[in-house]
C-alpha cells in the first residue's frame, strides 16, 4: 500500500527485530496506518523530494510488543505512527536534521548518536502529530545525555 509518492506501508513496518523475534508487526488500527501515510506526506516525502535520494527508515511503526522488545518507552511516538528513524543516502544526518529544522512542520526531532567527524554516524528520528506539532529540536548523544537544539560537540 502506497502511503505517498514514495513510500510504501511496508518499508514503514519493516522491522529486522520483528522478524527475528517473530513479532508481527502489522497495524490494527486504520488511525495508525492514517498517521503513517501523515508523517509520510509532510517529513519523509518533502525530504525526499527535495534532495532526490532515498530515505532509509530503520523504525517507523512499532507495535507495543516490538517497542518493548527494543526497549523503548510505551509512550514512543512510533507506537502510534507518528514517528520514524531514517538516514537519506549520501548525505550527512546532521544536514538533514537542519533542513528538516528550517524548511518543515513536525511535532519533535532528535539528532540521535551523531558524531560530527563521522557525518554518517547516527540517525534522525522525527515525528509528526499535526496542528499540535511542537516543533521541538533534541540531540541525543553516546550515553543518553539529551541536550535542547540541534547540537554538534
Known sequence: MKLSANFTLE???RSQTASRLGIDNMPRENEIIENLRRLCVNVLQ?????????????S???SLRLNRA??????SQHIKGQAADFEVVGMDNYDIACWIRDNLDYDQLILEMYRPNEPRSGWVHCSWVGDDNRNEDLTI???GRT???LVVQ
Open 11 to 13: 518499508e514503514m513496518i
Open 70 to 75: 527494543i526497549g523503548s518507552k510505551d509512550s
Open 141 to 143: 548523544f553516546q550515553g
Open 60 to 62: 517507523g511503526y512499532r
Open 46 to 58: 518533502p525530504l525526499r523530494s527535495h534532495f532526490g535520494y532515498p530515505v532509509i527508515v530503520s
Open 147 to 149: 541536550v535542547f537544539g
